[in-house]
């Protein structure tokens, strides 16, 4: 029951993107995650920690899957944690391999994530493509990693169920040259007012910036969410903006 | 240019919900929350301080307001300041009288929070609020507390345009009997199908239990966010939630 000092060291170094990539595994906590976790198909379990208490009270789940489990003394789990309130049981997963992109051409509608720089923002934005099945999350190049403990948490599991891979605007547009793409802008078209696609990538761009303008330049369709009251905020929360425009593209299409 | 250990020990005191009360007073940080609050009527700025480069370029709009200024060196900002990043300037505002509650029963919708406990999730409504224009925002006991300097900040200026109150909703259902009361829950009616009302009070709950039993219980309009694939996400973040609600209220109104 004692985890050596490597064995914290390896856990704790996973708070970094440099050793997620070098060792290709990223950290889930909590109860409720690492249940999910377990009934996955597409995500192998690297390994489990967990407070005896819980490996006993999840006994028959652990009996199906085949993975090296550690008991830990709640000090233990303090200390590879990277929660300040630690839940009970920790697990490192092996980060899956990139979807392969099949229907983005045709159907569905799919998000591009220009920039977007807090993990909480980035977890909300999986949160969202869950809840409304969209195909695939595109984060551009100077994205917050998927994979950071922070983004993974603010999922709730989100990260567990939709295909995330990295990608440049370009190379997508060039890759699909017909496919609509979304974003919004404070002087497009009123969301509600103008005709809108039936399938496409939904452009959201960075908290503080907005859609960077070299990315701007390949919308095909400039959408604007009406303020009634335009003496107010400047701009909403970019998870906020994703929701309303997802919200009502699929109930549209 | 130095400020005593007491003057110190009072603008740290504000981060604390206790000593907001006693003093009636809150923390706005950064160049632009602050510019905005030396522009606006009815939030009084009871004093300044500021790195004197920041007093200089801003001399012409502090020509015009009447606030004890106090010039301060980066070490000093550092500690008074809330934030682990500094931005040049920091106020201390009088917490302002709570509006009076006129045109709720009539027209337009207004926000009551149940609850809602994140700082990050009530600065992002109270955007929303401002994006909308809504006119009250309504907090119930539970809530955090909206002079939070995490959800001042958070808010992006907008706490100095809403109108914030706290309320029961009892309270309000029983001063404004005929009000409809629209919330999201899982298995209420299609937003995007059902007859919406054309003014009232949107409520948004907790961010982990939703709206608590005795709330839903004076609902009036339970709507639902359709979600076209129900295996993914339980459920959307709060302020998601009530960005995609409000959209569609007030495009229908």
Redesign the interface.
Known sequence: MTLSKQHIQFVRSLQLKKFRQKYNNFVVEGDKMVREILQQQHIRMASLYALPEWLDANALLLTYCNVPMHPISPAELHKISGLSTPNQVLAVADIPEPPTITSLALEGFSLYLDQIQDP?NLG?LL??A????LRYVFCSPGCVDVYNPKVVQAS???IL?VPCLERNLPELTAAFPTLPICGAVLDGDN??RTTLPQHGLIVIGNESRGIAEDTAALLTNRLT?????H???????A??????II??L??RA
Do not use: Y
């Not at 869950?130 to 099945?133: E, I, L, N």
């Not at 003496?231 to 929360?237: K, Y």
């Not at 998870?239 to 309303?244: E, F, K, L, R, Y």
């Open positions: 909480g909300t949160r969202i869950d809840w409304f099945g709730m599991g989100a169920r969301l509600f969410i009406p303020a009634p009251q003496a107010g905020a400047e701009s909403l929360n998870a906020v903006a994703a929701g309303i919200a009502v699929i109930d």
